[in-house]
Nanobody
Framework: VQLVESGGGLVQAGGSLRLSCAAS????????MGWYRQVPGKQRELVAA????????NYADSVKGRFTISRDTAKNTMYLQMNSLKPEDTAVYYC?????????????????WGLGTQVTVSS
């Protein structure tokens, strides 16, 4: 399974971006999926995520009310709508997924990361 992020870029403070993460490859179902971000010298941190089973969402306090996570299960695609962006939102944003994948006739659970997409917010 591959996760491919898109939608990052350069935006002014107060602007918006929409990130996408598409999962593809093989036979699989997604247990949980989320967005993380990382800046140089700091640990990767959770931004927003669907919990296992997709029944609820979690958001970092710093993005509540500004970011919205959503997904299209038919397309195996997750989105992150980011509004009212701030310079402190500047980071590489990564897609993360826990996947139940069919291999050699059996289902196994794997954890995958995308390669990341850069978001830069100028002041």
């Amino acid at each position: 399974v591959q996760l491919v992020e898109s939608g990052g870029g350069l935006v002014q403070a107060g602007g918006s971006l929409r990130l996408s993460c598409a999962a593809s490859g093989g036979t699989f179902s997604i247990n949980a999926m989320g967005w993380y971000r990382q800046v140089p010298g700091k640990q990767r941190e959770l931004v927003a995520a669907f919990t296992s089973g997709g029944g609820s969402t979690n958001y970092a306090d710093s993005v509540k009310g500004r970011f919205t996570i959503s997904r299209d299960t038919a397309k195996n695609t997750m989105y992150l709508q980011m509004n009212s962006l701030k310079p402190e939102d500047t980071a590489v944003y990564y897609c993360d997924a826990e996947v139940r994948e069919l291999r050699s006739g059996q289902y196994f659970t794997f954890h995958y990361w995308g390669l990341g997409t850069q978001v830069t917010v100028s002041s």
